[in-house]
């Protein structure tokens, strides 16, 4: 992957806490090599996100991590939503690291690149999770095969250009020409 000239970006998440630890305690006494600020709002939430840069250089020595991570991300988000009932506003701080094996960029391209995977977590993640219960699955004994069927699903569905991917699986399930003629198979 890195040899064709692409880089991978990442976030760390709870399934790392050794990973996480070294990124908390590494980001605490280190000089960034950068930062930027921004602000979003829009629905009754208001978002600020502070992304600072670190290059990884020895702090990831002897782990796993060693050579394939060069730039340590933290960014650290102030979230407001107001309840229109109420007209309160109920404020979240969260702190997130991500990992990258590229290095040499701004900070406001970090940041570009990290608003731009929540477009696709939002755009397809949540219509998973929304329209197939992915998240709700009890699965355990080989997951990995149900979710490319709901791949395929998805996918069917996303060719197909059907606007709402809920009914779209609905209708699939109670008839099985609206499936062909989604894959084109029999055409009317």
Known sequence: MI?????????????????????????????????AKSATSGRNRWETRELTVFPAKAWLRGSPWDGLIKTVLRLERTVCKRDPKTGLCRQTDETVFWVSSASGQTPERWNEWI??????????????????????????????????????????????????????????????????????????
């Open 3 to 35: 040899a064709s000239g692409n880089h991978l970006l990442t976030q760390v998440k709870g399934n790392q806490p050794s990973l996480r630890r070294k990124l908390e305690l590494g980001s605490a006494g280190r000089k960034p090599s950068g930062s």
């Open 115 to 188: 608003r731009g995977h929540w477009r696709i977590e939002n755009g397809s993640h949540y219509v998973r999770d929304a329209a197939f219960a992915e998240d709700a699955s009890r699965i355990r004994k080989n997951p990995d095969i149900v979710a490319r069927l709901r791949s395929f699903a998805y996918n069917t569905i996303r060719i197909a250009r059907c606007q709402n991917v809920r009914n779209a699986r609905w209708r699939a399930a109670l008839d099985i020409n609206f499936i062909l003629k989604m894959l084109r198979i029999a055409e009317n």
